[in-house]
């Protein structure tokens, strides 16, 4: 199914298959289950052996990364990361965004935007993508704490990463991976320069996090607080629009 086109007139061809496991965490899996089989197998301890193994599961599970159907429409914002709308506010970007930083590509401009933090708990895809396609102008690390990444100061005092993405028509679009309280490493599948299409892979965070978007000025989200989002597939904002969403917990 990867690169085929699929639309909702019926083409295209799908089947279900068990999403596959990202090279990043084959090795905490065998780890975790060769541990498992130390305790079943030579110890005789079948009391911590039996749910060592299926913690080797989780494992697995944790660092699966499903195909998605990326929307192809160039007024899109898609979602980068799976899992929960917990904070929509209006905010200033973070400097690391916005400054010169010697490169010769300008950053964000200055000036409040809609900033959409999107929770990722360990149950949820921890593979992040691009929400829009272009090339890639800055990444930019900062060490931090790990306090939960579920409150607002997560954005500003927690361990981060930054990426600005720039489309050929001068649109960017800055986001940012935040660790939690249980994520101790954010890994980058990019670098600046790289060319990037609408929902491919950019990197992910262990085991527990957040990802912060940019909006640009004048447009809001096209999703609400509470709501629950799928990486690559959810539209996040359609550039440019600003009409109040309302939707009722049920």
């Known amino acids: ?115 959409v933090s999107i929770f990722m708990s360990v149950f949820d895809v921890h593979i992040n993508r691009a929400p829009i396609s272009g090339t890639v102008r800055r990444v930019v690390y900062i060490p931090g704490k790990f306090m939960n990444a579920d409150v607002d100061k997560a954005s500003e005092e927690n361990e981060r990463q930054h990426i600005l993405i720039e489309r050929g028509d001068g649109l960017a679009i800055g986001f940012t991976q935040i660790a939690g309280l249980v994520a101790r490493r954010i890994i980058p599948f990019v670098k600046p320069g790289d060319l990037m299409a609408v929902g491919q892979r950019v990197g992910l965070i262990r085991f527990g996090s957040r990802v912060d978007v940019y909006l640009p000025a004048g447009t809001q989200p096209r999703v609400l607080l509470g709501q629950k989002v799928v990486a690559g597939e959810t539209i996040l904002a359609e550039l440019g629009e600003t009409k109040l969403l309302e939707g009722k917990a049920q």
């Not at 195909?67 to 400097?95: F, H, K, M, W, Y």
């Open 1 to 115: 199914m990867a690169g085929e086109i699929l639309d909702n007139q019926g083409r295209g061809e799908v089947g279900w298959s068990w999403p596959p496991i990202h090279p990043e965490g084959r090795k905490f899996g065998v780890i975790a289950i060769a541990i498992s089989l130390v305790f079943l197998l030579l110890l005789d301890w079948e009391i911590v052996g039996w749910p060592l193994l299926a913690l080797s599961g989780g494992v697995f599970a944790f660092f699966r990364d499903p195909e998605r159907v990326v929307p192809q429409d160039e007024n899109a914002i898609v979602t980068p990361a799976d899992g929960l709308i917990s904070l929509i506010a209006q905010v200033e970007p973070p400097d690391e965004l916005k400054i010169d930083d010697g490169s010769g590509t300008k950053g964000l401009p200055s000036g409040p935007v809609t900033r």
